[in-house]
Every structure is written in C-alpha cells, then in structure tokens.
C-alpha cells in the first residue's frame, strides 16, 4: 500500500541545502526608509549578509538569467533599495560599499522631482511611507546629483513616476507612469535605466499594457514579488 505523506520540513530543508550547494542563485532583500537611528541595525545585517552572499551587478544577472551560470563562489544578493529616500545616500549607501554589496535603487522619480516643500505632501500621497521627519531642510528624497554619484558604483532602476498602481491608470497616464518614467532617467543620468518595478510588483506577462509599454520604455528587467524576469537583451535584442 502506498501513502501519500506529507513531506516533513527536516526532508524539504535538507533538498533544499542540496539544491543551494549545487545551483546557485540570486536572492533579493529590500529596504525603504532607512533612519540614521537605525544605522548600527543595517551594519549588523548586511555584515551577516556578506558571510554568505555575493555581490550582483546588471550584468552578472543578465548572465544568470541568459546562461544560468553564476561564477562566484557565494550565491548572489541583489539589496534593493526602494522609493528614493535621502536616507539611502546618507545613511545607508556607505553600509553597502562597507560589505561589498551593490545597492539596487528604485527611483520614483516624481518624488525626486518634487520641490522640497512638497516632498512630504508627495510621499503622503503616494504611499511613500516617511518613517522618520530626520531632516530639518525638509527634504526627503534623492537629488539628481546623489544619483549619478549613486550610479558610479551602484545600479539605478526605475520605480514608475508616481508609484501608483499601473492596472488602474488611462493609458496615457500609465504610459507617463512607465516610458515618461525612463525619459526622466535618460535625461538626468545621461542613459536609459535597464531594471523596472512597479507599486505591488506584478510580474511581466500579467498586464499585456504594462508589458507593451515596458518594452517600448528599453527596460531589460522586471523586479516583482517573487520574481525577476529578463525581458529583452541589453540593447534591445
């Protein structure tokens, strides 16, 4: 007689330390806000970090995502760092040059745009959640200027125009949301920005509009909850 018992976790933990061992793989962590208060927290974590992960850059996840091969000897941690916060440059930016790691920076640039008395009106209304009121300029979010300094070493992306949910936007807002979105970077940072994610993180494939669109923008990669897609090749192939 044959049954049909459920695995236990000792059995699925132990396949999964096989498959670690012998396919490696990139995994992600995000941050947001990241107060100075908290800075000794972020060293702590991205040191333990280090003692098991490698660094990943664009083109070392292209490579994985192409071939399936990944050549460090540590499986890869993409650190995504999301919306755009000041405190990423500040505070949490030297932390991930201490470790080795590459920051990934998801950029919502109408909140880099937004003058400094409305950045806290913006993040309010644009689920951008200001954890902490640090700085008594009152501005909150990336300059242009932090971002090509970011991008000497770090990779920038894209985190839409307004971070708002794409499904529920006119296809002309939705189109400044995405390709307006990618303008603003290649106008700024002198270059399009090959990675994309959106409020929510659908993956490529759910939303025939936004994929359209994503291609029509150049970007190379789609960043969502539970995966990371290679869409096109650098360069557009």
């Not at 760092?81 to 991930?96: C, H, K, Q």
């Not at 951008?128 to 979010?141: C, V």
């Not at 971070?163 to 949301?177: C, F, G, I, W």
Request: hydrophobic share 35%; proline share 5%.
């Amino acid at each position: 007689m044959t049954t049909n018992a459920p695995v236990t976790f000792g059995a699925r933990a132990a396949e999964l330390e096989k498959l670690f061992a012998t396919h490696p793989v990139i995994r992600a962590v995000n941050f947001h806000s990241t107060s100075r208060s908290q800075a000794e927290h972020y060293d702590r974590q991205l040191a333990q970090y280090s003692q098991s992960f490698s660094s990943v850059n664009e083109d070392e996840l292209d490579e994985y995502l192409t071939t399936g091969r990944w050549l460090k000897p540590k499986p890869g941690l993409i650190v995504s760092v999301f919306e755009g916060y000041r405190n990423s440059f500040d505070v949490l930016a030297p932390l991930i040059e201490k470790y080795g790691f590459i920051g990934w920076f998801w950029v919502i640039t109408g909140f880099i745009n937004a003058p400094i008395p409305e950045q806290l009106t913006f993040a309010e209304h644009h689920d951008i959640d200001m954890l902490t009121h640090e700085y008594p300029d009152g501005r909150y979010a990336l300059t242009w200027d932090e971002l090509r300094q970011l991008g000497k070493k770090h990779v920038i992306a894209c985190h839409t125009r307004s971070h708002t949910l794409l499904s529920q936007l006119d296809p002309a807002v939705q189109r400044e949301e995405v390709v307006g979105s990618q303008q603003e970077f290649k106008k700024n940072l002198g270059h399009p920005v090959r990675g994309f994610v959106s409020l929510t993180g659908p993956a490529y494939g759910e939303n025939p509009a936004t994929d359209r669109l994503i291609d029509a923008a150049g970007y190379e990669f789609v960043f969502s909850n539970f995966r990371i897609q290679r869409v096109r090749a650098p360069g557009g192939g």
